[in-house]
């Protein structure tokens, strides 16, 4: 397995450090711990996945061991408080502030506030109009602690903006969930480009990005009963996809850097490089959106040849064979248009996930990470029907036996997935030689 430009390092001393921190918030208020342990029995996910951002009272905080641990402090003004906002950029650790003044307040990371509103019955007024950049909503105090939401939508500051663009953001968002898939690509790619242009010339780059993974979530949920499953279960709590990991896109080589060039457009940027050995016959690109936090696997079928290039934007042209990304797009369509995402990753408590999957009649495949500090698998993949003449064309191309056609037509092949992923120790990157593994394990043809 090749991978360039990120080696990812665990940390587990400034993990232990905010983990201590979330223990504290925990043992002196009530309502936090109800969360936790609320989250852990409805949703089987941790309290430290869902966490937005703290202020911590600074008699909790031995400043000279922040180095040790491997933060540095940036000194920040958040309305009228001196806060110090520690950060580590190689981990997936969250935002910690530090102020001087005796207060904490802790803050989860929501898709929807109005909906944790509702299903919690907090009467506190949300701040920020309905789709706006960042808004907040106090769901408990007790003392000197409080316990909040927050939602983001493409902006990733620390104060309630006045941008005066949520109606164009609503308009933008509407255009997304309403757009063709199912045209020819050729028709699909540009209308999808239109919107996102007309996007980035309304609103920004930024809040562009966020309409459309909010749509593209929305899409994979009407093909997914068991991300539907999961969204339920975390629902019960109003807390929606707060605690999604990364986003996958299968892709066919012909459209792969114009899928690539989209997703540039708006705002992702190009992190490592996966190819995963001689005999795989796939590669994939991770990107990544730092102010949406949101990080992407774009799969596609890649030849030998080909991996010590810059694949992502070279451009493709097709083969004579389909591995298996090749062989998904081409029952079911790109991922960007008429397929929606391959999976989906969902922040768990994995061995509680695991454990309340029976009960739930989710089926599982076996992991393919199971480190301390990153363990995944996927559900078993959805069962789509093939109603297209897809198969066939394949067939005559001479991709596929007639056997395979026929089975197609008959049973279907595997769709989309969930993947369940727990990190530990601040390790933000994946399991590069266990992929390749799990990429053979969805192929159609198994």
């Known amino acids: 397995m090749m991978v360039d430009k990120f080696n990812w ?8 450090f905010l983990g201590d921190l979330v223990e504290r918030f925990q043992d002196e208020m009530k309502e936090v711990q109800v969360l936790a342990r609320e989250l852990e029995n409805l949703t089987s996910t941790r309290l430290i996945d869902w966490i937005d951002h703290m202020l911590v009272p600074s008699s909790w905080i031995d400043l000279s061991i922040l180095e040790e641990a491997g933060f540095t402090k940036e000194e920040v003004k958040v309305g009228n408080l001196d806060l110090f906002k520690v950060t580590n950029e190689n981990s997936t650790l969250f935002p910690l502030f530090i102020t001087e003044k005796e207060i904490g307040r802790l803050y989860l990371k929501v898709e929807d506030i109005e909906k944790i509103a509702s299903i919690q019955n907090i009467t506190e007024k949300i701040e920020g109009k309905k789709w706006a950049p960042r808004r907040k909503l106090m769901i408990a105090t007790s003392g000197i602690l409080s316990l909040g939401a927050i939602e983001r939508r ?61 749509a593209e979530r929305r899409y994979w949920e009407s093909m997914n009963e068991t991300g539907r499953i999961q969204l339920d279960r975390q629902n019960s ?50 990107m990544e959106h730092k102010v949406c936090d949101i990080a992407v696997f774009a799969d596609v079928d890649l030849t030998p040849e080909e991996k010590d290039g810059d694949f992502a934007h070279q451009g493709l042209t097709p083969l004579d064979s389909l591995g298996t990304v090749g062989l998904w797009v081409g029952l079911h369509g790109e991922s960007i248009l008429s397929a929606g995402l391959h999976h989906i990753a969902a922040l768990v408590q994995f061995s509680k996930i695991l454990d309340d999957s ?73 399991n590069q030689e266990a992929v390749s593994d799990i990429i053979d394990r969805t192929d159609p043809r198994k």
Not at 269 to 275: C, D, K, N, T, V
């Open 358 to 430: 029976k009960d739930l009649g989710i089926i599982n495949m076996d992991p393919f990470s199971s480190f301390p500090y990153l363990k995944q698998c996927f559900t078993q993949g959805e069962i789509w029907n093939i109603v297209t003449n897809k198969p066939k064309k394949l067939f005559e191309r001479e991709l596929i036996t007639k056997d395979q056609m026929d089975r197609f037509f008959s049973i279907g092949a595997r769709g989309s997935h969930l993947e369940f992923i727990e990190r530990n120790d601040g390790f933000k990157g994946f």
């Open 237 to 286: 709590l109003g807390i929606g996809w707060g605690n999604h990991d990364h986003h996958t896109f299968r892709c066919s080589r012909e459209n792969f850097s114009r899928t690539i060039t989209i997703l540039e457009k708006i705002g992702m940027r190009s992190r490592e490089r996966f190819y995963a050995g001689e005999q795989a016959g796939w590669g994939a690109q991770v």
């Open 154 to 214: 493409g902006y990733d500051g620390y104060e309630i903006p006045e941008w005066g663009d949520e109606e164009k953001y609503a308009e933008i968002l509407d255009d997304l969930m309403k757009r063709d898939r199912d045209s020819d690509p050729e028709t699909a790619f540009s209308e999808l480009e239109e919107i996102i242009d007309k996007g980035v010339g309304s609103i920004g780059t930024d809040r562009t990005a966020d309409a459309f993974f909010f």
């Open 9 to 16: 390092r665990l940390h587990p001393k400034g993990a232990k």
